[in-house]
Nanobody, 129 residues
Framework: QVQLVESGGGLVQAGGSLRLSCAAS????????MGWFRQAPGKEREFVAA????????HYLDSVMGRFTISRDNAKDTVNLQMNSLRPEDTAVYYC??????????????????????WGQGTQVTVSS
């Protein structure tokens, strides 16, 4: 059974930093694109960042470009999201996602809503002003 478990969320002041981690189990994810999405209260879930199976290609939401960095450790089946210069509008539940459509997917394809994904349970990130 595939499991994605997020950690690292919390409360931080605007301008601060947080590092989210996602541990995958139940399958070897080293050949699959992975990423992060978020959902703020009253809004739809949106793409944040994704990384290709090899880790060589990344893709970001425009508003987080230059502030967030996604990385992965295929030896440990983990994916991380380093979030710097956080803003109140970054407040949301952050979800880890893994490509369920097949191996060797790209970072940009994982961002597409019609691509099947595995999801974690989510971790809350709250940025106070």
């Amino acid at each position: 059974q595939v499991q994605l478990v997020e950690s690292g969320g919390g409360l931080v002041q605007a301008g601060g930093s947080l590092r989210l981690s996602c541990a995958a189990s139940g399958r070897t994810f080293s050949s699959y694109a992975m990423g992060w999405f978020r959902q703020a209260p009253g809004k739809e879930r949106e793409f944040v960042a994704a990384i290709s199976w090899s880790g060589t290609k990344t893709h970001y939401l425009d508003s987080v470009m230059g502030r967030f960095t996604i990385s992965r450790d295929n030896a440990k089946d983990t994916v991380n999201l380093q979030m710097n210069s956080l803003r109140p509008e970054d407040t949301a539940v952050y979800y880890c996602a893994a490509d369920a459509a097949g191996p060797f997917g790209t970072a940009t394809s994982l961002a597409q809503p019609n691509v099947k994904k595995y999801w974690g349970q989510g971790t809350q990130v709250t940025v106070s002003s």
